[in-house]
């Protein structure tokens, strides 16, 4: 890639020059260029609504996004939206004024949905689950209005990860975010391009752009989280065995019916065995797979 200020698009612009930052930059664009390919993403001429929250992932998301499309590798348009759910002390003017510098088309939509949590979710209780569910029908509704197919989100591969887990301890399922799925009328595909973009590449990457970084804790319900406790879990796993978050995330990608214990993905009633090539006076043992 080069840096010459006519051949990038502005939210590259200042980039880092060294060696390090180029590598990160690459391995991020690579990334997403391969779960875009990998879970078929692209409809020619289609609209994305990409979300951004002002955090990190969200800066990554929309400048590779916006990288592949200056390339012509993403033949798609791209509409950028905030949605400020009226969190107290969010800085309602830094991501507007920082979509104009960048030239980015963009909608902001203002929906006071913390009051509504606040007014529903218990004293104790953490706001996230019905804060989403409030977030996410806000923007299908932004999306159809816009005329766009898709809305695209940027969870990471350590946000599938910590999800996968959660329903796992406190679940009871093996389930995580699909780096593609269809909403529930049927309408709109919802996407997840970071899938194999590591949360620490989306933290060097955003930093390094010196992006204006909303933090993501100003409603004050962050506090004991159980995605905060996987977290920890999973950074131990990382720190006594670099690279175990990878071989997990590997085997969400590898997955075999037959070797679990759910009868709806696998029927083990109807397995038969070919008693004909049974030679009933071997003492051999079968062999078991």
């Known amino acids: 890639m080069l840096d010459d200020a006519d051949d990038i698009h502005p939210l590259f612009y200042g980039a880092p020059k060294t060696t390090e930052f ?34 990190k992932d969200s800066y990554t998301l929309l400048a590779v996004l916006y990288e592949l499309k200056w390339r012509g590798l993403l033949p798609v348009d791209l509409l950028a939206c905030n949605l400020d759910q009226g969190q107290p002390g969010f800085p309602a003017t830094v991501l507007p004024d920082f979509l104009e510098k960048m030239g980015v088309p963009h909608r902001i939509e203002y929906q006071d949905t913390y009051s509504i949590v606040v007014d529903k979710v218990p004293q104790g209780r953490t706001y996230c689950a019905l804060c989403s569910r409030l977030r996410r029908g806000n923007l299908y509704r932004i999306a159809r209005e816009e005329g766009c197919s898709a809305v695209v989100l940027g969870h990471h591969r350590d946000d599938i990860l910590e999800t996968f887990f959660m329903n796992l301890f406190h679940g009871g399922r093996l389930a995580t975010m699909p780096p593609k799925l269809v909403n529930e009328d049927g309408d709109l595909f919802v996407y997840r ?4 973009v590591a949360e620490a590449d989306c933290e060097k990457f955003a930093k390094g752009m010196n992006y204006p970084i909303i933090p993501c804790d100003l409603c004050g319900s962050q506090d004991g989280l159980q995605r905060q406790q996987v977290k920890a879990i999973l950074d131990g796993w990382e720190k006594n065995s670099p690279g175990r978050r990878q071989v997990i995330f590997r085997a969400l990608t590898n997955a075999r019916p037959s070797h679990l214990l759910d009868e709806k993905l696998f029927d083990f009633a109807g397995l ?4 004909g090539e049974i030679d009933e006076n071997s003492d051999e043992i079968p062999k078991l797979r």
């Open 22 to 55: 180029k590598k990160l930059r690459k391995r991020i664009v690579q990334n997403v260029r391969e779960a875009i390919e990998q879970y078929g993403m692209i409809e020619r001429d289609s609209r994305w609504l990409v979300c951004l929250s002002g955090g």
């Open 193 to 196: 391009p970071l899938a194999h």
């Open 272 to 275: 038969s065995i070919n008693r």
